[in-house]
């Protein structure tokens, strides 16, 4: 995909790596960024610094995902990209995770995904393309040690997508999945704090490379975005001998709890 001219959806387009998307699409010359996020001032900011549109939009309510796409319809004509980014971080853990915060997490990492390709679909079918950008994580492809509910949500998001590679890629419909490892963001940080997540810093990236990653995905439409290289052989290793594995990453895990120790 060229970015010049499109008109781009980018949900958690607020903070972390859904700004530096927005940012990033508008300075590839897109037409029109629709920059969504529950957090309306901080959307406004960036929307404001690239001459965007900002949308108060919370992904887990399929109702406001519609309407999402009826104001970027209405403001800059039919969506070319759906980027959808948001996501939460997991609570760390499974034993004293409640059902409440298992459905939450399920909403938003989850349902988002399934709400956006419901409501952006059937134009870019009538169409005959379009795009869909769903943001999950190496923990889809791999695992997320301390927190169960992150780890099954973001292994169901890259499931979606692979779905809808699959059912839509001989229609026109291009599908990537990003999944990056640490990322520079808030949602790191507070993971980290949890605990859930303080291992990825160390190879923590800014939310602008992955960004950059995006765009040579993008232009490439390749399935997986990976702004780790090193993901796709941890991948590779896992589906060679996933026994072996998984004795890896208890290793692994025993070192991270030892070192917080």
């Known amino acids: 995909m060229n970015l010049q001219d499109k008109v781009v959806i980018v949900t958690g387009g607020a903070n972390g790596i859904g700004r530096a998307l927005c940012k990033r699409f508008a300075a590839e010359g897109a037409r029109g960024v629709v920059v969504s996020d529950l957090d309306f001032d901080a959307a406004r900011q960036v929307a404001d610094e690239i001459n965007g549109l900002a949308v108060k939009t919370d992904v887990a309510n399929e109702a406001d995902i519609i309407a999402l796409v009826a104001k970027a319809n209405e403001a800059f004509g039919p969506v070319d990209l759906f980027c959808s980014n948001a996501g939460i971080g997991g609570i760390p ?10 459905q939450n997490i399920w909403e938003v990492n989850v349902m988002a995904h399934i709400f956006a390709a419901r409501a952006v679909l059937p134009q870019m079918l009538e169409r005959g393309g379009g795009y869909l950008l769903n943001t999950a994580s190496a923990a889809g492809l791999l695992t997320q040690i301390g927190s169960a509910p992150y780890s099954v949500t973001k292994h169901a998001a890259v499931a979606f997508a692979e779905w809808l590679s699959i059912t839509y890629g001989d229609r026109g419909i291009k599908v990537s999945c990003l999944c990056p490892q640490g990322v520079k963001t808030n949602l790191l940080m507070a993971s980290a704090e949890a605990g859930a997540a303080g291992f990825l810093l160390a ?7 992955a960004a950059e990653a995006v765009v040579r995905g993008l232009a490439e439409e390749k399935f997986l975005i990976l702004p780790h290289p090193e993901v796709a052989e941890y991948f590779q290793r896992k589906a060679n001998d996933y026994d072996r594995w998984l004795r890896g990453m208890r290793r692994l895990q025993d070192q991270i709890n030892s070192a917080k120790a």
């Open 93 to 102: 853990g499974f034993e004293q995770v409640t059902n409440e915060a298992w």
């Open 203 to 209: 190879g923590a990236i800014e939310p602008e490379d």
